[in-house]
């Protein structure tokens, strides 16, 4: 699972976050977690690096 944050992810939103992040982890997800910038100024780091876990299989629950 991929998930976007913005630049208020700080404080009481990264504690959010986090918890979510263990919720899906114990739901079976791997969780990339990349932000706004890197989405918009560094997307082929972030193709890549959602590519690597395709190939590893990890776009797939367990």
Avoid: S
């Amino acid at each position: 699972m991929v998930q976007v944050d913005g630049g208020h992810h700080v404080g009481l939103q990264r504690a959010a976050d986090v918890a979510h992040d263990a919720a899906l982890t114990l739901l079976g997800y791997h969780v990339i977690r990349v932000t706004y910038a890197q989405v918009i100024d560094r997307w082929h780091e972030v193709q890549e690096l959602i590519m690597r876990a395709i190939a590893q299989g990890l776009h797939r629950p367990r």
